[in-house]
């Protein structure tokens, strides 16, 4: 491509810094599946002190750390409450169904949020025909709500209400950092609401590969044994949980930055006649904005787009989804603005 490419498709592009290769390069190594990788067992700590929870397990994906979550707490015919646009039910190829046996039952509500009314309406009485409902599983920042945050509030009331139900909960903490930059509360703030929380590395932290899910030691030896079991048991693992370590000390507080960035180009796009979208609703890193039928498809426009250097994906007939992350700066922002209006005017002239 002639131009350098600004890539917005997701936070997971960021390549690892040189000082994260060089923090790679120095870990002391063990093999994680006899559990003596020293880097490995110090991540865990980590991510447990800052959950505030008694342990935490390390493994490959957000995806994996979801699903060991699910199995751990659940048996087949349970069922999961989880919100119709949360990423398990979109993204993770059917895997509750697949991995764990679960159904999930879909809650509703603005922006990927949902209230405690929704646990009383889902909810199943314990019955010999119905499936035994188990766990709720909220999604904080909310992907495909635009990167919205849970008002803690709304995340007390609807945990509160769960464990007067019965039921467990697990908090999909991918991009959990980004909810604390935004609101500077602590993860360990969200996680007490919760037996299970996953966050990932691999985001908006930069890191290559890598998350974790923190609970109690019990829940996470189970965690563990799913791990293994789904294939996801590393060996000189400690290079990667370098990574994480460094992320963590090291990337956390710039996230802010991301979604100063993410503010500015949705405040560009704004501006730009046949898209839409109100800069208001961004609050962290995602930029989710509508193309209106002047200037065709999402799908058209971001391919018109990565003619011109810069990458965004469609995420729905008519919403396009860009992520500020690490890798791009606010030049390259204001850059991808002039891009998406260029590629918006020609678009109109066709
Ligand atoms: N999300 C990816 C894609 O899968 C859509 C992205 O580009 O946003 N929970 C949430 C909320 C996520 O957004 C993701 C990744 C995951 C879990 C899964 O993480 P990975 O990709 O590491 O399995």
Redesign the pocket.
Known sequence: MEHPVIDLR?D?VTRPTPEMRRAMAQAVVGDDVLGDDPTVIDLQERVAELMGKEAACFVP????A?QAAIRAQTEPGDEVIAHEDS?IIH?ETGSPAALSGVMIRPARGDRGLYDADQLDELHRAPSIHAPASRLVLI?NTQ?RGGGAVWPIEQIIRVTGRAAELGLRRHL?G??IWNACAATGLAPADYARHFDTVSC?F??GLGAPAG?AVAGDRAIIARVARFRKMFGGTMRQSGILAAAALHALERHRDRLTDDHANARRLAEGIAQIPGLSIDPVGVETNMVFFLVGPSIGTAAEFCVRLRSMGVLMLPNAPRRVRAVCHLDVNRQAIDEAIRKVEQAARAAVLV
């Open positions: 997701s997971t994906t957000g995806t994996m979801n990423h993204y999604e992907n999909d991918a991009r990932c691999s985001k998350s």
